[in-house]
């Protein structure tokens, strides 16, 4: 079908061209390869055009509203609607900001535990590997168990018992530390039942996938604050 197109296209062309004189009867036909990349000349050059004509609208927009931003603050200010919006994203912005202070501080937490206990457990390098693992608990999918079950797999294949069951326990205090942590600190910060957040959690992780720990007490928290903001809650 493509080698067909291209027969077709370049077909067309000549006949164009015969047809309009452009070629004369002494002129061989046009290859279908000059036809082609004479083509993708003009797509660019008009894709190139348009950018720097949208790219040119976009910064004399952003200078007139520069200009006059105090005049459509004022009529936008007269309505209601605008007045909701502005608080609900105010309000966000703040739930946004000690939702990852609140992250910062569980990370903190898995950390000194991950050192604490690979510390304990007399391996190597403790210190970089403890941070590491306690910062990969924070994104989504990984958690600390990515690092500490095939770890502990590994030693007790080796016949290192005492140090697999140790790897293995530091998993479970981890995942214990954080699902305790993450709806309180979270909760306290934004002024959410701990409940509501871990809830949030839950269901951001069905909905969302992998970043639902993440997506999931934040829309929560726009929920909340647009039924806040109705004065319906």
């Not at 061989?28 to 950018?51: H, M, P, W, Y």
Request: proline share 2%; charged share 15%.
């Amino acid at each position: 079908h493509l080698e067909g197109f291209k027969r077709g296209l370049t077909k067309a062309f000549n006949d164009y061209a015969r047809g309009h004189n452009i070629l004369k009867e002494k002129d061989s036909n046009l290859q279908g390869e000059d036809i082609r990349e004479g083509i993708t000349a003009v797509v660019s050059v008009k894709g190139c055009v348009c950018f720097i004509g949208v790219l040119a609208i976009c910064i004399v927009f952003a200078i007139l509203f520069l200009q006059e931003r105090e005049c459509v603050y004022a009529f936008l200010g007269k309505w209601k609607i605008f007045k909701n919006i502005s608080h609900i994203i105010q309000e966000m912005a703040v739930g946004i900001k000690e939702y990852l202070k609140a992250q910062f501080k569980i990370i903190l937490v898995v950390c000194l535990l991950c050192v604490c206990g690979l510390w304990v457990l007399r391996v190597r390098h403790y210190v970089g590997f403890g941070i590491a693992i306690g910062i990969f608990d924070a994104f989504p999918v990984l958690g600390t168990g990515t690092f500490l079950i095939p770890g502990a797999l590994i030693v007790l294949i080796q016949g290192k018992i005492k140090m697999s069951i140790g790897l293995f326990g530091l998993y479970l205090l981890t995942a214990a530390v954080r699902q305790f942590l993450e709806p309180r600190l979270i909760g306290n910060h934004i002024g959410v039942s701990p409940l509501l957040v871990l809830v949030s959690v839950y269901l951001g992780v069905i909905l969302y996938g992998g970043f639902g720990f993440l997506l999931g007490p934040i829309s929560a928290f726009l929920i909340y604050v647009i039924l806040k903001e109705c004065a319906v809650l």
